[in-house]
């Protein structure tokens, strides 16, 4: 018998194999718990980001400083990656921005949902809204947790695309 695998190997494999499994598992419990915690966290910081956003908002409404002078943006221009700088998008109604063809800022980037995130000119100004985007859109490097009234200059930043207001 030269083709015979001694016992000892052969127990020492299935050994391996078990620490294997368990350790499949291990992860796969790791990650559900941590995503059942994380819708946790974001509405609890999503509470406090509400009281500080809703400010804003009045500026622009009241018609705060000059009369006549908007301090609303009118368009979005993306600033980062450099090859993709100096895109410009005007700011009319309603602008979505996502991966998808139908939207009308279609950016190429595996961390940009289909339809990530959309701005909405209104009463109060413009908003930035994240659509339920996976990896988030960002304002200013502050999450986006529930609808923003921006003004110019900020930073609006889904994936590795930065994009800025003017």
Known sequence: ????????????????????????FFRVLQAT?????????VEAGAKGRKARSAAPAAV????????GVSSAPSRLTIVDPP??????FAINTELSIGRAAGCQVTLD?????????????GESGVV????????GTYLNRQRVTAPTVV????????????????
């Open 1 to 24: 018998m030269s083709g015979a695998v001694p016992d000892a190997l052969l127990t020492l494999l299935r050994w391996c194999l078990l620490a294997l499994v368990y350790l499949f």
């Open 33 to 41: 718990w941590r995503g059942a915690l994380a819708p946790k966290r």
């Open 60 to 67: 622009p409404a009241g018609g705060g400083g000059n009369p």
């Open 83 to 88: 090859d993709k700088a100096g895109a410009t």
């Open 109 to 121: 980037d595996t961390y940009i949902s289909q339809i990530h995130t959309r701005l909405n000119r």
């Open 128 to 135: 930035v809204e994240d659509l339920g985007s996976t990896n």
């Open 151 to 166: 003004t110019i200059g900020d930073r609006i930043q889904v994936g590795s695309i930065v994009m800025e207001l003017a």
